[in-house]
């Protein structure tokens, strides 16, 4: 059986532009100028920046190819492909692909590992984790790039799976993990007339079932998320070039952008709630900080301090439990919960439900 080996398999992935600048590469060393030359003969208009610019690139994804300089004064960098002893690269590849694969599989079991494992047992897996973020940390290959580009957030409700459109998804996940810009038809609703941007992909996280592409806009500057469900066409652009926010991480965008809307700074709630809130979360804490006391005469009431984030999934588990407790404080955010339950109030008592004309939260 043949085995195959990290340049091997990610060639099985490369766009047809990447292939043949690989082989020229394997004909002879080649100027970002020849290489140019050779692909607009072969039909792909590709900007010697934009060569620049991915040579480096096929590099760290483990295509054995090096940058030389040639002649005196002036010095012309070329590109030539690096051979390599057929032991050593069918051994070590070989095992490369398949640590890489298991550490995967590692960090992804991990979360799981520490809520589900026996007490006993929590820790002893410990140096495997580290050890698997190690490697999918400092590697380039697709497990480890798809490692550092994906996310999974927990859902505020149950949402079924959408179906995604495949060739969609596949055009998306290949511009990810190839740092390349893409345009897409996005649908904002459902009944919307689907609007046409460019964007370079910066990640992919999945809330529950439901997957999102974090992506920088290259007209508006911005970067958001938007369901890939909504996306209905992915163009690939060889020759538009991508742009990437310096300061961008996406387990810090996830945190204050893609976890739940956010209304402002964590607050310090303060509320009397009864006692079947306080057994919900006497273990299960609503945030940090919790603190449950005795209020009133009544025994079955209880007033609780805990600091928690201004959310949309904080405002909506109060709602649920509204007749079963009542908000103190922060004085601005008591009145805005307020404010809300009279206006379901209105929605449940009258024949029509009516749209108010301000937003209540994130007005």
């Given at each position: ?162 179906q995604l459109k495949k060739h969609v998804f596949d055009t998306i996940r290949c511009a990810l993990l190839r740092e390349e810009p893409i345009r897409i038809s996005y649908k904002s609703h459902n009944r919307d ?79 009397v709630i009864f006692d079947s809130v306080e057994r919900e979360i006497a273990e299960a804490h609503l945030g940090g900080n919790q603190a449950i006391k005795p209020y009133g005469t009544d ?65």
């Amino acid at each position: 059986m043949k085995t195959i080996g990290n340049s091997e398999a990610n060639n099985m992935s490369l766009h047809e532009r990447d292939k043949l600048i690989l082989e020229l590469l394997r004909e002879e060393p080649r100027s970002y100028s020849e290489l140019e030359l050779l692909l607009k003969e072969r039909g792909f208009n590709y900007s010697k920046r934009s060569i620049e610019r991915r040579l480096p690139k096929l590099k760290l994804q483990g295509h054995p190819i090096v940058k030389l300089t040639k002649g005196t004064g002036h010095k012309r960098h070329v590109w030539k492909w690096q051979k390599r002893p057929t032991n050593e690269a069918s051994g070590n590849e070989e095992q490369q692909i398949t640590e890489d694969y298991q550490a995967l599989a590692i960090a992804l079991a991990e979360r799981y590992w520490s809520i589900a494992a026996l007490p006993e047992r929590e820790k002893s897996l410990s140096k495997l984790f580290e050890e698997a973020h190690e490697q999918l940390t400092h590697s380039e290959s697709r497990e480890a790039r798809w490692y550092k580009k994906a996310r999974a957030v927990e859902p505020s409700h149950w949402l079924k799976e959408p179906q995604l459109k495949k060739h969609v998804f596949d055009t998306i996940r290949c511009a990810l993990l190839r740092e390349e810009p893409i345009r897409i038809s996005y649908k904002s609703h459902n009944r919307d007339t689907p609007y046409k941007v460019t964007v370079t992909p910066l990640g992919i996280f999945f809330r529950g079932r439901v997957a999102y592409l974090i992506s920088h806009d290259h007209d508006s500057r911005v970067t958001r998320n938007r369901p890939i469900s909504r996306i209905v066409e992915a163009q690939e652009l060889l020759t538009e070039p991508e742009i990437i926010p310096n300061d961008f991480d996406i387990d810090a965008y996830i945190k204050s952008n893609a976890e739940s809307i956010t209304y402002g700074e964590p607050i310090r709630l303060k509320a009397v709630i009864f006692d079947s809130v306080e057994r919900e979360i006497a273990e299960a804490h609503l945030g940090g900080n919790q603190a449950i006391k005795p209020y009133g005469t009544d025994k079955r009431f209880k007033l609780l301090e805990v600091d928690v984030p201004y959310t949309l999934d904080v405002i909506q588990w109060l709602l649920a439990r509204a007749a079963y407790l009542k908000v103190l404080e922060p004085i601005a955010f008591k009145e805005k919960f307020e404010e809300e339950i009279r206006r379901m109030y209105i929605n449940a008592t009258s024949e029509a439900p009516d749209v108010p004309r301000k937003r209540n939260y994130g007005a």
